[in-house]
């Protein structure tokens, strides 16, 4: 079989690199081994506003330029809502930040998310004494639902491997030779997979493990998504997502009982009323030492790409990075520094 590429990995990244080359009309398969879930246990939620400090993430603008579009052009292809448009209501701690978010809201760029009056809390199951500041234009994205329907869609159309890629069967020619397959590129896309892989694991990725809690709370009653120390995602049907965790030293995704204790005690001084906990979930987020992505080609093979270190905003950030690799691959269009792996390379050197 001969393909234009093999995508190593089906997560956010994975997703966005295929949809793009389906649309630029080049040949992929893509393996995928189920070995990380960070993209199906994500929240999903798509915010430009730095939530501690009231600052414009990086580059959030460029990245909800393509993003947005990009994720309806999919819901339009399946007939599916994948997007949920969701405002955001951060709770504040003192009149502080209260000062903080008016000042804030000012500048150019923030000004079309962060909303003025501050508003009262008015649902006496919240806990929340110094009201919200309310964000606009945010919301959500069904990570698992989006996966689950693109897995089945490149399975009927035998794009798809249910299977892990061994590293060391990888023979690399004129093309990239595997298991029978001839590609002329191989993208890895394996989010903290990547710390397996003999042509990247020289590449500075970090693990944040984070975990989620799912909760049934009928008399909760909010249709925003709350953010106090932790936030509080409304799914439906009176159920509610909480999280997240933050942990850098467990590499594994199974969930443990000191994080639910930790969403526990944080959410019952949130909220007053009765709840039940349905779910617990657990990933990796694949973070970078620079809090940027990494995106480029290898420095000595020719062919073999990562797209990966898409850390704690995967659903904002997928799209872009996943159009501005296949235009550096296939338009010889330079990536830009601050994401080119290039700027790891004599970790590679040097290893
Ligand atoms: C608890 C939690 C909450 C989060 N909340 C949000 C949020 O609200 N908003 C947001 O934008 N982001 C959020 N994130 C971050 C987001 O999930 C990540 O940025 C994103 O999922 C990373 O996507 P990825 O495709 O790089 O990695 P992954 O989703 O990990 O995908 C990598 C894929 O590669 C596969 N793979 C690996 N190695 C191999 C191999 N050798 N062969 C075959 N397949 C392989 C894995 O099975 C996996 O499916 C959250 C993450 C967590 C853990």
């Known amino acids: 079989m001969q393909v234009d590429y093999i995508i190593v990995g089906l997560g956010l990244a994975g997703l966005a690199l295929a949809e793009g080359l389906k649309v630029n009309q080049k040949s992929f398969i893509v393996f995928e081994d189920c070995s990380q879930n960070s993209s199906l246990v994500a929240g999903g939620m798509y915010n ?20 947005i579009p990009f994720y309806q052009q999919i819901e339009k292809q399946f007939g599916q809502d994948y997007l949920v448009d969701l405002d955001i209501y951060r709770s504040f701690k003192s009149v502080e930040e209260q000062n903080n978010w008016y000042e804030a809201s ?55 491997k249910n299977c ?44 944040a493990k984070g975990e989620l809690l799912t909760i049934h709370a009928p008399h909760l009653k909010i ?19 909480v999280g997240a965790t933050f942990n850098w030293k467990d590499k594994t995704n199974i969930p443990t009982i000191e994080a639910r204790q930790e969403l526990v005690e944080k959410l019952n001084k949130v909220i007053h009323c009765e709840y039940r906990i349905v779910d617990h979930v657990a990933g990796i987020r694949p973070t970078v030492i620079d809090r940027r992505p990494m995106v480029g080609k290898h420095p ?12 704690t905003r995967g659903v904002m950030i997928a799209p872009l990075m996943a159009q501005n690799l296949i235009d550096f691959i296939e338009n010889k269009v330079p990536l830009s520094y601050e994401l080119d792996i290039k700027r790891f390379e004599d970790k590679c050197f040097n290893q």
Not at 50 to 66: D, G, H, Y
Not at 116 to 135: D, E, Y
Not at 223 to 237: A, C, E, H, Q, T
Not at 300 to 311: A, E, F, I, M
Request: proline share 6%; charged share 20%.
């Open 164 to 207: 892990k890629l061994y590293y060391d069967q990888i023979n690399i020619k004129d093309n990239i030779e595997y298991h029978g397959i001839s590609a002329k590129n191989i993208v890895f896309c394996e989010g903290f997979g990547l710390q397996q892989n003999p042509f990247f694991k020289y590449l500075p990725l970090r693990e």
């Open 300 to 311: 000595l093979y020719r062919g073999v790409y990562v797209l990966n270190g898409l850390g």
């Open 106 to 160: 000012d500048r150019p760029f923030l000004n079309r998310y962060m909303t003025t009056p501050i508003l009262p809390n008015q649902n006496k199951n919240v806990n929340a004494p110094f009201g919200f500041g309310k964000l606009t234009h945010t919301g959500r994205l069904k990570t698992k639902a989006l996966i689950t329907a693109y897995k089945a869609y490149l399975t009927s159309k035998g794009q798809l």
């Open 48 to 67: 430009p506003v730095v939530l501690k400090r009231f600052t414009p993430v990086w580059n959030a603008e460029e990245q909800l330029k393509v993003a």
């Open 223 to 241: 249709d925003f998504l709350l953010k106090s120390s932790v936030f509080i995602m409304p799914i439906g049907n009176d159920h509610y997502r």
